[in-house]
């Protein structure tokens, strides 16, 4: 393969060279070349299935509301966590829904917690009970995961979960089979702060930027199952930002206001 094509993105590789043959041009690449091509071709399909949060490869998941909707939904993953009742504080004093994908390792340390968000009205979904890159998992092992984490929020805040997030949005093989039995919807989202590595400032302006009707929100109370403190920039950023919000006319509700058909 020449200097040109290390340069272009493997997926403009395989078109090169896929795309004139499979339409029966005359153009017939060496066969190296022809395997490494589709090969390539092959792992950007497999990336985007696995972790491209609009991908419905594996099976369906909710993205993005009606676009002419005055709603968001904002979700919070890997709690609960120390971080946790300062983010509820922020959401009571705004009048703000929202939904927590909450960690069974840690509704187990933190049960409080987890119970205080239930009570005020927020919608609990399952994250995983240790937060796993689920590609790296079997079959049986996504299905405990995810039944240990219905099991332990039921006994905690008395409901079951009928939502599921993926640690990290890693879809797998195995997943959706264990997302039927226990009757869970799929949700990614369409707008992403990246609040684990931002200050409050830069979270802030991320989240006016991002903010319309109908986005699910990915924004954190926790850092996996990591006990501390470690989201304080992001309800600082929410304090500052949810009255702008609802200057626009935006107002944030859980997932399953925002899909009520779901």
Same mark, same amino acid.
């Given at each position: 393969?020449?200097?040109?094509?290390?340069?272009?993105?493997?997926?403009?590789?395989?078109?090169?060279?896929?795309?004139?043959?499979?339409?029966?041009?005359?153009?017939?690449?060496?066969?190296?070349?022809?395997?490494?091509?589709?090969?390539?071709?092959?792992?950007?399909?497999?990336?985007?299935?696995?972790?491209?949060?609009?991908?419905?490869?594996?099976?369906?998941?909710?993205v993005r509301g009606r676009w002419d909707d005055c709603r968001l939904a904002l979700t919070f993953d890997d709690g609960p966590s120390e971080s946790t009742p300062a983010l509820l504080d922020v959401l009571a004093r705004h009048n703000a829904g929202a939904t927590f994908f909450f960690c069974g390792a840690n509704v187990a340390r933190l049960p409080g917690v987890a119970r205080r968000a239930a009570s005020?009205?927020?919608?609990?979904?399952?994250?995983?009970?240790?937060?796993?890159?689920?590609?790296?998992?079997?079959?049986?092992?996504?299905?405990?995961?995810?039944?240990?984490?219905?099991?332990?929020?039921?006994?905690?805040?008395?409901? /079951? *979960?009928?939502?599921? #997030?993926?640690?990290?949005?890693?879809?797998?093989?195995?997943?959706? %089979? &264990? +997302? @039927?039995?226990? $009757?869970?919807?799929?949700?990614?989202?369409?707008?992403?702060?990246?609040?684990?590595?931002?200050?409050?400032?830069?979270?802030?302006?991320?989240?006016?930027?991002?903010?319309?009707?109908?986005?699910?929100?990915?924004?954190?109370?926790?850092?996996?199952? /990591? *006990?501390?403190?470690? #989201?304080?920039?992001?309800?600082?950023?929410?304090?500052?930002?949810? %009255? &702008? +919000? @609802?200057?626009? $006319?935006?107002?944030?509700?859980?997932?399953?206001?925002?899909?009520?058909?779901?």
């Amino acid at each position: 393969m020449n200097a040109d094509n290390h340069t272009q993105p493997l997926s403009q590789q395989a078109a090169k060279f896929l795309v004139p043959w499979c339409l029966g041009g005359s153009f017939q690449p060496p066969i190296w070349e022809l395997v490494a091509a589709a090969a390539a071709g092959i792992g950007a399909g497999m990336a985007y299935a696995v972790a491209a949060p609009s991908a419905q490869v594996f099976g369906p998941a909710l993205v993005r509301g009606r676009w002419d909707d005055c709603r968001l939904a904002l979700t919070f993953d890997d709690g609960p966590s120390e971080s946790t009742p300062a983010l509820l504080d922020v959401l009571a004093r705004h009048n703000a829904g929202a939904t927590f994908f909450f960690c069974g390792a840690n509704v187990a340390r933190l049960p409080g917690v987890a119970r205080r968000a239930a009570s005020e009205g927020h919608e609990i979904g399952n994250h995983t009970y240790t937060h796993p890159r689920l590609f790296m998992l079997g079959s049986a092992a996504i299905e405990l995961e995810i039944d240990r984490t219905q099991q332990v929020i039921r006994e905690t805040i008395g409901q /079951t *979960p009928r939502l599921f #997030r993926p640690p990290y949005g890693i879809r797998w093989f195995g997943l959706y %089979p &264990a +997302l @039927r039995k226990h $009757g869970l919807t799929a949700v990614m989202w369409s707008a992403c702060a990246y609040d684990w590595k931002r200050p409050a400032e830069a979270i802030e302006s991320a989240l006016r930027a991002k903010a319309a009707g109908g986005i699910i929100v990915l924004l954190h109370d926790g850092d996996k199952t /990591t *006990p501390g403190d470690r #989201r304080s920039a992001t309800a600082r950023a929410l304090d500052s930002v949810l %009255p &702008a +919000l @609802r200057e626009r $006319g935006l107002r944030c509700v859980t997932v399953s206001e925002l899909f009520p058909e779901r």
